[in-house]
């Protein structure tokens, strides 16, 4: 656990911090969908989240998490009827391929990453573009695309 914190913290936190600061954004109410420990939690109340609903099912990283970034924590999955109250909100969607269970209704705001290893990775990236979401971050070996749109 210790070396994907400092991991994140040293390559991936800067680079989603640069992303917030090129695109200006501000957020007030976010729903981070693998929220993991609370890191990009950090990052969205650093660029002004008022309310923060994080969902996560591996259960060490919420036995890690800090609560204290959320609004709510969730240690489980997010149904699909809460996915669809939630169209209000930006959603930050990284959760390793259960990105496959909500995109058939693409969200007005959000950063969504995809996997190349889930079955529709490519049909969901077309889905995105023509939704208005641009590609900004990549992982080193391309296995993952995060796409934007504010």
Same mark, same amino acid.
């Given at each position: 656990?210790?070396?994907?914190?400092?991991?994140?913290?040293?390559?991936?936190?800067?680079?989603?911090?640069?992303?917030?600061?090129?695109?200006? +954004?501000?957020?007030?109410?976010?729903?981070? %969908? /693998?929220?993991?420990i #609370?890191?990009?939690?950090?990052?969205?109340?650093?660029? /002004?989240?008022?309310?923060?609903? #994080?969902?996560e099912?591996?259960?060490?990283? &919420?036995?890690?998490?800090?609560?204290?970034?959320?609004? %709510?924590?969730? &240690?489980?999955?997010?149904?699909?009827?809460?996915?669809?109250s939630?169209?209000?909100?930006?959603?930050?969607?990284? &959760?390793? #391929? &259960?990105?496959?269970?909500?995109?058939?209704? =693409?969200?007005?705001h959000?950063? =969504?990453?995809?996997?190349?290893?889930?079955?529709?990775?490519?049909?969901?990236?077309?889905?995105?573009? =023509?939704? /208005?979401?641009?590609? %900004?971050?990549?992982?080193?070996?391309?296995?993952?695309?995060?796409? +934007?749109?504010?």
């Amino acid at each position: 656990m210790q070396d994907f914190l400092v991991e994140y913290k040293n390559k991936e936190y800067p680079k989603f911090k640069q992303i917030f600061k090129l695109f200006n +954004l501000t957020f007030n109410k976010v729903v981070d %969908v /693998g929220a993991e420990i #609370g890191l990009s939690a950090q990052l969205f109340k650093e660029f /002004g989240a008022k309310e923060i609903i #994080g969902y996560e099912i591996d259960k060490t990283l &919420c036995d890690a998490a800090d609560r204290s970034l959320f609004s %709510v924590y969730y &240690c489980r999955e997010m149904t699909k009827e809460e996915y669809l109250s939630y169209q209000d909100y930006f959603i930050k969607m990284d &959760c390793e #391929g &259960c990105e496959e269970k909500y995109l058939d209704i =693409i969200p007005e705001h959000g950063l =969504i990453s995809l996997h190349d290893w889930t079955p529709n990775h490519l049909k969901n990236a077309e889905r995105l573009w =023509i939704a /208005g979401y641009i590609p %900004v971050f990549h992982s080193y070996d391309w296995h993952e695309i995060t796409y +934007l749109k504010s």
